[in-house]
């Protein structure tokens, strides 16, 4: 059966570089202005973090690669903690939107669970993912690490009800769906620190081997 890929799965791509056009430059609408200043801020901010790492990234190296003064970061974001959860919330906007996709979707739990792998494996290599990946482990506040803990929740749980519903329409087997979320979330996840953008296979692709491992299993003909 052909499997309908998640519009979000299309359009979330792997990192690129900033746009030439800075957000400081032009003129727009107030609103719509400050809005993608914000954007290219955390969009600056993930990059950032991949590159150097979380602690070897001061504000004032972010304010240099934007081209404005660090009091300028201030407007948009209070502080370094701050940035670097929005770039998780921003990363986690992606997988939550291939799950809308996959929910609102029609067809076999299967297939729509599968669409869904599509746009969690382009989402965990692209701009965001290295700080979905990592964001715990940077000593966080406890009110920052419980945000998170609870969105991630929101993604297994979810996944777990696309796997559930399988089994209830006969596409998935009979297993576990809380070990089963964990496998293949395990698996995407992994991607996010072995992926290299020259890669000769591209997300989709590798998404692709990931499904027809799942869907298959490791049985041979014997």
């Known amino acids: 059966m052909a499997v309908r890929m998640p519009a979000s799965a299309a359009k979330t791509k792997p990192r690129k570089e900033l746009r030439e056009a800075s957000p400081w430059e032009g003129r727009r609408r107030l609103r719509e202005h400050h809005a993608l200043k914000r954007e290219a801020?955390?969009?600056?901010?993930?990059?950032?973090?991949?590159?150097?790492?979380?602690?070897?990234?001061?504000?004032?190296?972010?304010?240099?690669?934007?081209k404005v003064t660090k009091p300028t970061l201030y407007l948009?974001?209070?502080?370094k903690e701050?940035?670097?959860?929005?770039?998780?919330?921003a990363g986690l906007a992606q997988i939550q939107a291939s799950?809308?996709?996959?929910?609102?979707?029609?067809?076999?739990?299967?297939?729509?669970?599968f669409g869904f792998i599509r746009g969690y494996a382009a989402a965990i290599v692209g701009d965001f993912g290295w700080c979905?990946?990592?964001a715990e482990d940077q000593h966080l506040s406890a009110a920052l690490s419980r945000k998170i803990k609870l969105l991630k929740a929101g993604i297994d749980r979810r996944m777990r009800a696309l796997i559930e519903a399988g089994v209830a329409d006969g596409s998935i087997r009979e297993c576990d769906p809380r070990m089963t979320a964990f496998a293949l979330a395990g698996a995407l996840n992994w991607m996010g620190h072995w992926y290299r953008e020259d890669a000769s296979l591209k997300p989709l692709d590798i998404a692709d081997r990931f499904i027809e491992v799942f869907n298959y299993g490791l049985r041979g003909r014997n």
């Open 76 to 79: 948009y974001v209070p502080n």
């Open 99 to 113: 799950l809308d996709d996959s929910e609102q979707a029609t067809g076999l739990a299967r297939e729509r669970l």
């Open 41 to 66: 801020v955390i969009l600056a901010a993930a990059r950032a973090f991949a590159s150097r790492g979380y602690h070897n990234t001061s504000l004032d190296d972010l304010a240099a690669s934007l």
């Open 82 to 89: 701050a940035i670097l959860f929005e770039c998780f919330r």
């Open 132 to 134: 979905m990946l990592r």
